[in-house]
């Protein structure tokens, strides 16, 4: 069993024109045995601006710690908070000036920016940036959810028909994967509002 996926979990991030959904599951494991039923990857870092970091936890903690310090400063110093493009960039630049040491760790970010517009991205874990127009999968259910989300995501959907299309890819997805379930914590972030909801699952 590979570093990467020794601990599960799994995340995602969809967007639309006016929405994105984020979801990821509860499982924490060590290996097939899993430890905690309660354990979500995705953070929030300001109002409109989340980061999910699965694979290998203490990496992802240590990149939380990071991330939390370096916004924090920047707020300090420009005394507003990260566009999501700034924090991607970031988070790229940590990860690649530890390459030779990498962290094992996919981190996905999703959020709105000054202009009102949804921006995902993803990024490997010496930070080599994915910025698409529809979803970013990462964590060890992420080849099913990326065929999942191939087959059912469409540019006009919007709100709660995104959230719902979410939710059916990544509960059909992570029912295929041993590794990733127990539940899933959903983000639905649009530029007025956030939403958090937990949806129930199988738990076997």
Same mark, same amino acid.
Request: aromatic share 10%; net charge neutral; hydrophobic share 40%.
């Given at each position: ?9 799994? =995340? ?27 354990? /979500? ?12 970091? /699965? ?5 992802? #903690? ?14 300090? !110093?420009?005394?507003? /908070? ?25 981190? =996905? ?10 921006? =995902?991205?993803?990024?490997? #874990? ?37 959230? =719902? ?25 649009? !530029?007025?509002?956030?939403? #958090? ?8």
């Amino acid at each position: 069993m590979s570093i990467s996926t020794h601990y599960g979990g799994s =995340v995602l991030a969809v967007k639309s024109r006016n929405s994105i959904a984020f979801l990821t599951d509860l499982r924490l494991g060590q290996g097939n045995f899993t430890t905690s039923m309660n354990f /979500p990857k995705i953070h929030k870092i300001t109002s409109k601006l989340f980061v999910g970091l /699965p694979q290998f936890i203490p990496d992802a #903690q240590f990149l939380l710690k990071k991330i939390i310090k370096n916004h924090n400063l920047f707020v300090l !110093n420009e005394n507003r /908070p990260m566009e999501p493009e700034e924090l991607t960039n970031m988070v790229s630049y940590i990860l690649y000036s530890r390459r030779f040491t990498p962290l094992f760790t996919s981190p =996905v970010i999703a959020g709105f920016n000054k202009f009102g517009e949804p921006y =995902v991205s993803g990024m490997d #874990q010496i930070g080599c940036l994915d910025e698409p127009e529809d979803f970013v999968v990462s964590g060890t259910a992420e080849r099913n959810l990326a065929g999942m989300c191939e087959a059912l995501w469409q540019k006009d959907l919007e709100g709660e028909d995104l959230f =719902v299309m979410a939710v059916q890819a990544f509960a059909n997805a992570i029912d295929r994967d041993a590794l990733s379930g127990w539940g899933i914590e959903g983000f639905l972030i649009q !530029n007025e509002k956030v939403l #958090q909801r937990r949806v129930r699952m199988r738990l076997d």
